[in-house]
C-alpha cells in the first residue's frame, strides 16, 4: 500500500519529536501510565459534552487533545518496564468508550439541530449510549479470551439484552410512549454495570495470573 510507508514514517516522527521527549518527562514526574489513559478518556467525555452543545471546534479540539494522551500511556508503559496485560485491557476499553462517548455527544447535537426537542435528544443518547456499552460487555469478553482469561461473568448477557429490547419495542408499539425512553436508560445502565463487573473479573484473573 502507498499510504502504509507514508504512515509508518509520520508515526515515526511523531514518536520521535512529541512523545518520546513527552514520556520521558512524564516519567521523571513518576505518572503512572494508567493515570494517563483515564485522564484521555475523561477528555473524551468533555469533547462528548461540547459536541451535544454544538461546540464542535471545541469538541474536536478537545478529542484530540484526548488521542494525544491515548499516545502516551502506552509509551509510558514500555518506558517505565510496566508493561502488563491488565492495563492493556484499561487501554483497550477506554479506547472503545471514548470513541463512543463522542458518538453520544454527536447524536444529541443531530436531534436537537435537527427536531429541537429535548425528549428527542434524550433518546438518541440513550440508544447510541445503550449500543456503545452492549458491545462493549461483549468486547470485555472477546479481549479477556484474547489474554488467555474466560469471561463468562455479568448481570446482562446478550439474552437478557434482547428480552429488554423486544419487550420496550412492543410496549412502545402499542402506544405505551415512555416505553423505549425508559427501556434504553435500563439497559444502559444494566450494560454498564456489566461492563464494570467484567473488567473487574478480568483484570482480577490477569492479576492472578
Known sequence: MIGAPLRDRLRGALSRYLEMPVVRFLASLGVPPNLITLLGLLLAIVAACLAGMGLL???????????????????????????????????????????GALFVGLGVHVALAELGRGES???AALLVLALLLSQTVSYIRARGEGLGVSCKEGLVTRSERVMLLSLALILEGVGLDPALLVGMSVLAFLSLWTVLQRFLHVRRLLAGR
Do not use: W
Open 57 to 99: 471546534l471545541a469538541s474536536g479540539a478537545v478529542f484530540l487533545g484526548s488521542s494525544l494522551l491515548d499516545l502516551l500511556d502506552g509509551g509510558l508503559a514500555r518506558h517505565r518496564g510496566g508493561v502488563t496485560a491488565a492495563g492493556a485491557l484499561l487501554d483497550s476499553l477506554t479506547d472503545r468508550l471514548s470513541e
Open 121 to 123: 435528544a434524550a433518546l
